[in-house]
């Protein structure tokens, strides 16, 4: 698969889809053919946009029934390793990875992102920006099959942490906490 954009071509099989380049949002094809494409596939993850001056990626695509739905990601590598302009990553599939390793370091502008079925420990230690909605929604899609931790920015874990909405989500995901970086 390629995506194409001005006159520059990512190969999506490739592990550095866009390593290092100035692109600033990404959206996927929105038609049939290349949801059912994409929909036998997944992205490997492993460092796709290290360093790169991306803020956006919305990564979603259109099933038969023209209703969203995430990517399946089968590693995450340091993926978004020193994006330090990403602000938005949108629904991502991670319930198959085999690999989630750092995939957020550096992500300092990160503000909302869609993290469906989550089922590892992840860190978002460098992202004091992170919004409460996006939280809830990581830990109410979670699928944990033993204890799992969400590492906060301590910014971010100040303003979270005790909110009513992330402990009733808590509460209705008892194998997941929040703790501070």
């Not at 790169?52 to 990564?59: A, T």
């Not at 300092?108 to 079925?117: A, D, R, V």
């Not at 099959?145 to 909405?165: E, F, M, N, Q």
Request: with cysteine; hydrophobic share 45%.
């Amino acid at each position: 698969l390629m995506y194409i954009q001005k006159d520059i071509i990512y190969n999506l099989d490739s592990p550095r889809i866009a390593q290092s380049c100035k692109i600033r949002t990404i959206f996927p094809f929105k038609n049939a053919l290349t949801a059912q494409i994409l929909g036998e596939r997944k992205l490997k993850g492993t460092e796709s946009f290290r360093d790169s001056s991306l803020e956006v990626l919305v990564w979603h695509m259109y099933s038969a029934a023209s209703v969203y739905s995430a990517l399946p990601i089968s590693g995450m590598h340091n993926t978004f390793y020193n994006c330090s302009k990403l602000k938005i990553i949108g629904l991502l599939n991670v319930g198959e990875l085999s690999e989630f390793y750092n995939p957020f370091v550096g992500c300092i502008s990160l503000e909302q992102i869609g993290l469906y079925h989550l089922n590892k420990v992840v860190s978002f230690c460098d992202s004091p920006l992170l919004k409460k909605e996006c939280v809830v929604s990581i830990i109410s899609d979670s699928l944990p099959a033993s204890a799992i931790t969400i590492t906060l920015h301590p910014d971010a874990y100040a303003r979270l942490a005790d909110d009513a909405d992330i402990v009733a989500a808590l509460e209705a995901q008892p194998l997941i906490s929040l703790v501070s970086a």
